[in-house]
């Protein structure tokens, strides 16, 4: 009889706990809050913990990120219920090393069924999970290669005739939008629905010609606003001068929301870009053969465009010729610059009807218009008229790039232009005369989209006429100048030989009078000393100084004269208020016990050399204090006023005047009314008023009466316009 099988013993707690070490599973005990109690050895090195006291204590939630933390919680919550649930997550171990776990989240409960601890047991299956993401992986892959091929053979089919069409289609046609047009139906039908448009090249942008006929309207808005040259596939196409492809986040990001995978194929004339042909499709990536049917499509539309460019180029040229003979013929016999511009205007509302136009001249940093048409608003003509900033954008870049500019898509607000909202398109052109913008005409037309070729070359063709126009008026006036100058330094040299015929005169007179009192008074002042007469010597010696003084003060002011007529002239807009400011101040130095009134009646600039002026000023003013010191206050009042042609300034006193016979000569060298000992002086002051107002080719007078004060006026030309 066999005997009965002996029981196994009982496990202890030393032996449970060895098999929980053993385990590769990582087995924690945790607090009702979840704090991380005990780990066993073998889930610690699973964990890549080296050192338990580093996370024990912690929350257990906090080894968790993302969805994963929040199945933990809701795993929590269950074994605080008092219920086992299990799911699977990515956790990272203490090392940093990314893993997936399933886990298992129990309650451990006392002796009377309470819930007292939790045990959360986590399985690295890390293994599996990958095993099962490689195999989906392989699957979608073998899925999507099934559909390319299935699409393969019907998409080649579909490419070899829309090719066959497009090319029919634009052998015989020369316009720009049907050629487009029959490559974006090419394209959509070739390559599943692929979306697509035609741009042409306006500076740094390319505005929309046409779109394929499925092109979702939020694209065509999007693209209305035109594409940057810089954008990065329109970059690399330009650089190729061929088609260049992106997809996946690239074309997400330089798509406008639409396409995944993008297309731009550029074309140029010479080494000028001049069209690009973009296309599209949600799908993230073009196809091999797609990208061989839009290269194909591409390479014939260059063809077609090659074709349509020389005839188009042929059409340009007629029309300009047309539109350059009308306005020579309108402009040979003037040379006024807004009438020049106002033939300009009239050609081309004739020539294109539909259009509006200004001319404008810069005035500081605005554009203000000078010549308008008369079918622009009245609030238009004063946004207009008022000027319009130089960094405008399309106003810049024409100034900038010395060519025309044509702005397909005008939006006011953007261009800086107010008022001007109803307009669908915007034109301007630059006329420089040499390296400066003297003037700016622009374009406008209410109908929407780009100009036309014809429209674009005849107003290019009116912009160089009324440059050249320009440039022959500036020619004229240069010569006018220069004959105006050669008239002026005639009249220097008249001026000059009658002011050295005044100053032979004075040299025989007026110099040769201190010379005599020297002679005189030094033989008397010789016959003195030899009869040992101190005093005599003394006051004949008294009297020679007076005259060497005398004689000095006339050599300095013949050289004050002779430098006011060298001074070159550096004529500007001047401030007439800060010079008579100055010569205020300046005779109140000169006569510091003299009450100085001074009143500027008008304050104005006016045209001439500021530095010049001010001796003009300083002269007439000083010597109104000066003969007017035997008045309590010296009343001086400057007035000015203007006709057309000239200003006029007066400098009235209330001084001892002067005998009106013989104002004539008041303004000559060395000559006075009045002696020495009454008002010192030695008779330049006004000389050298009246060469500095000639030589601004003004003219000088003087009017008063003996003990009723004097003025003394000048007037100064205004500069041609």
């Given at each position: 009889?066999?005997?009965?099988?002996?029981?196994?013993?009982?496990?202890?707690?030393?032996?449970?706990?060895?098999?929980?070490?053993?385990?590769?599973?990582?087995?924690?005990?945790?607090?009702?809050?979840?704090?991380?109690?005990?780990?066993?050895?073998?889930?610690?090195?699973?964990?890549?913990?080296?050192?338990?006291?580093?996370?024990?204590?912690?929350?257990?939630?906090?080894?968790?990120?993302?969805?994963?933390?929040?199945?933990?919680?809701?795993?929590?919550?269950?074994?605080?219920?008092?219920?086992?649930?299990?799911?699977?997550?990515?956790?990272?171990?203490?090392?940093?090393?990314?893993?997936?776990?399933?886990?298992?989240?129990?309650?451990?409960?006392?002796?009377?069924?309470?819930?007292?601890?939790?045990?959360?047991?986590?399985?690295?299956?890390?293994?599996?999970?990958?095993?099962?993401?490689?195999?989906?992986?392989?699957?979608?892959?073998?899925?999507?290669?099934?559909?390319?091929?299935?699409?393969?053979?019907?998409?080649?089919?579909?490419?070899?005739?829309?090719?066959?069409?497009?090319?029919?289609?634009?052998?015989?046609?020369?316009?720009?939008?049907?050629?487009?047009?029959?490559?974006?139906?090419?394209?959509?039908?070739?390559?599943?629905?692929?979306?697509?448009?035609?741009?042409?090249?306006?500076?740094?942008?390319?505005?929309?010609?046409?779109?394929?006929?499925?092109?979702?309207?939020?694209?065509?808005?999007?693209?209305?606003?035109?594409?940057?040259?810089?954008?990065?596939?329109?970059?690399?196409?330009?650089?190729?001068?061929?088609?260049?492809?992106?997809?996946?986040?690239?074309?997400?990001?330089?798509?406008?929301?639409?396409?995944?995978?993008?297309?731009?194929?550029?074309?140029?004339?010479?080494?000028?870009?001049?069209?690009?042909?973009?296309?599209?499709?949600?799908?993230?990536?073009?196809?091999?053969?797609?990208?061989?049917?839009?290269?194909?499509?591409?390479?014939?539309?260059?063809?077609?465009?090659?074709?349509?460019?020389?005839?188009?180029?042929?059409?340009?040229?007629?029309?300009?010729?047309?539109?350059?003979?009308?306005?020579?013929?309108?402009?040979?016999?003037?040379?006024?610059?807004?009438?020049?511009?106002?033939?300009?205007?009239?050609?081309?509302?004739?020539?294109?009807?539909?259009?509006?136009?200004?001319?404008?001249?810069?005035?500081?940093?605005?554009?203000?218009?000078?010549?308008?048409?008369?079918?622009?608003?009245?609030?238009?003509?004063?946004v207009l008229t008022a000027g319009i900033s130089v960094n405008a954008p399309s106003y810049a870049e024409a100034v900038q790039t010395r060519a025309s500019v044509?702005?397909?898509?005008?939006?006011?607000?953007?261009?800086?232009?107010?008022?001007?909202?109803?307009?669908?398109?915007?034109?301007?052109?630059?006329?420089?005369?040499?390296?400066?913008?003297?003037?700016?005409?622009?374009?406008?037309?209410?109908?929407?989209?780009?100009?036309?070729?014809?429209?674009?070359?005849?107003?290019?063709?009116?912009?160089?006429?009324?440059?050249l126009a320009l440039e022959r008026t500036a020619q004229t006036r240069e010569l006018t100048l220069q004959r105006d100058a050669l008239t002026a330094r005639t009249?220097?040299?008249?001026?000059?030989?009658?002011?050295?015929?005044?100053?032979?005169?004075?040299?025989?007179?007026?110099?040769?009078?201190?010379?005599?009192?020297?002679?005189?008074?030094?033989?008397?002042?010789?016959?003195?000393?030899?009869?040992?007469?101190?005093?005599?010597?003394?006051?004949?010696?008294?009297?020679?100084?007076?005259?060497?003084?005398?004689?000095?003060?006339?050599?300095?002011?013949?050289?004050?004269?002779?430098?006011?007529?060298?001074?070159?002239?550096?004529?500007?807009?001047?401030?007439?208020?800060?010079?008579?400011?100055?010569?205020?101040?300046?005779?109140?130095?000169?006569?510091?016990?003299?009450?100085?009134?001074?009143?500027?009646?008008?304050?104005?600039?006016?045209?001439?050399?500021?530095?010049?002026?001010?001796?003009?000023?300083?002269?007439?003013?000083?010597?109104?204090?000066?003969?007017?010191?035997?008045?309590?206050?010296?009343?001086?009042?400057?007035?000015?006023?203007?006709?057309?042609?000239?200003?006029?300034?007066?400098?009235?006193?209330?001084?001892?005047?002067?005998?009106?016979?013989?104002?004539?000569?008041?303004?000559?060298?060395?000559?006075?009314?009045?002696?020495?000992?009454?008002?010192?002086?030695?008779?330049?002051?006004?000389?050298?008023?009246?060469?500095?107002?000639?030589?601004?080719?003004?003219?000088?007078?003087?009017?008063?009466?003996?003990?009723?004060?004097?003025?003394?006026?000048?007037?100064?030309?205004?500069?041609?316009?």
């Amino acid at each position: 009889m066999t005997s009965p099988p002996t029981p196994d013993p009982s496990l202890d707690a030393v032996d449970l706990q060895a098999i929980i070490d053993s385990s590769a599973d990582c087995i924690k005990v945790l607090d009702l809050d979840a704090r991380v109690l005990s780990m066993n050895i073998g889930g610690r090195q699973t964990m890549e913990i080296t050192d338990f006291s580093v996370c024990q204590g912690l929350l257990w939630p906090t080894f968790w990120e993302g969805e994963a933390r929040a199945q933990v919680q809701q795993a929590l919550d269950a074994a605080r219920a008092g219920h086992t649930t299990t799911f699977e997550g990515p956790a990272r171990t203490f090392a940093g090393t990314p893993k997936w776990w399933e886990v298992r989240v129990s309650p451990l409960r006392a002796a009377d069924g309470t819930v007292t601890r939790l045990l959360a047991s986590s399985r690295d299956i890390t293994a599996r999970k990958q095993t099962e993401q490689q195999l989906e992986a392989a699957q979608h892959q073998l899925r999507n290669h099934a559909q390319v091929l299935e699409v393969r053979v019907e998409q080649r089919e579909r490419a070899l005739a829309a090719l066959v069409r497009f090319t029919t289609q634009v052998a015989s046609s020369t316009e720009l939008h049907d050629i487009a047009t029959a490559a974006s139906d090419t394209l959509r039908d070739a390559v599943g629905g692929a979306i697509s448009g035609f741009f042409l090249v306006k500076g740094k942008m390319a505005y929309p010609v046409m779109f394929s006929s499925n092109t979702p309207p939020e694209v065509m808005a999007a693209r209305r606003a035109g594409i940057a040259l810089s954008a990065p596939l329109v970059a690399s196409a330009l650089a190729r001068r061929g088609t260049s492809f992106v997809g996946s986040e690239d074309g997400r990001r330089q798509s406008v929301g639409y396409a995944s995978a993008l297309s731009v194929t550029a074309y140029h004339q010479g080494e000028q870009p001049y069209a690009l042909f973009a296309a599209g499709t949600p799908r993230p990536e073009w196809t091999a053969q797609e990208q061989e049917v839009i290269e194909s499509v591409g390479r014939g539309l260059g063809l077609a465009l090659d074709r349509e460019v020389q005839t188009q180029q042929l059409q340009e040229r007629t029309a300009g010729l047309d539109a350059f003979v009308a306005f020579s013929e309108s402009s040979s016999a003037t040379t006024d610059i807004l009438a020049l511009a106002r033939q300009a205007v009239e050609v081309l509302e004739t020539t294109l009807r539909v259009v509006s136009v200004a001319y404008y001249e810069l005035d500081g940093d605005l554009w203000k218009a000078r010549v308008w048409s008369e079918n622009l608003t009245p609030e238009v003509v004063a946004v207009l008229t008022a000027g319009i900033s130089v960094n405008a954008p399309s106003y810049a870049e024409a100034v900038q790039t010395r060519a025309s500019v044509f702005v397909p898509g005008w939006c006011a607000d953007s261009q800086g232009v107010a008022r001007t909202e109803a307009f669908g398109a915007g034109a301007f052109y630059p006329c420089f005369v040499g390296e400066s913008p003297h003037g700016l005409l622009s374009m406008g037309t209410p109908r929407a989209g780009d100009w036309t070729p014809r429209e674009e070359a005849v107003f290019s063709a009116v912009g160089r006429s009324l440059t050249l126009a320009l440039e022959r008026t500036a020619q004229t006036r240069e010569l006018t100048l220069q004959r105006d100058a050669l008239t002026a330094r005639t009249r220097e040299l008249l001026l000059a030989n009658e002011e050295l015929d005044a100053f032979t005169y004075s040299a025989s007179h007026d110099l040769r009078t201190p010379v005599r009192h020297v002679m005189s008074f030094a033989g008397l002042a010789r016959t003195a000393l030899v009869n040992n007469q101190p005093d005599k010597v003394s006051r004949n010696l008294d009297i020679i100084q007076q005259g060497a003084t005398r004689m000095n003060g006339l050599i300095d002011g013949m050289l004050l004269l002779s430098r006011a007529g060298r001074h070159d002239l550096q004529a500007q807009m001047v401030s007439l208020e800060p010079l008579i400011l100055q010569a205020q101040h300046d005779a109140q130095l000169e006569f510091p016990e003299q009450v100085i009134d001074v009143k500027l009646r008008a304050a104005v600039s006016v045209w001439g050399d500021a530095r010049l002026l001010q001796q003009v000023l300083t002269n007439l003013i000083s010597n109104a204090v000066k003969y007017s010191t035997t008045r309590d206050v010296s009343d001086v009042v400057v007035q000015v006023s203007e006709t057309g042609t000239e200003w006029t300034i007066t400098v009235q006193d209330n001084g001892v005047g002067f005998d009106p016979r013989y104002g004539g000569k008041l303004f000559g060298i060395f000559q006075r009314l009045h002696t020495q000992d009454a008002f010192p002086g030695i008779g330049v002051g006004l000389a050298t008023v009246r060469r500095i107002v000639l030589k601004h080719g003004g003219r000088v007078f003087a009017e008063g009466s003996v003990g009723a004060g004097a003025t003394f006026g000048l007037t100064l030309p205004k500069p041609a316009a």
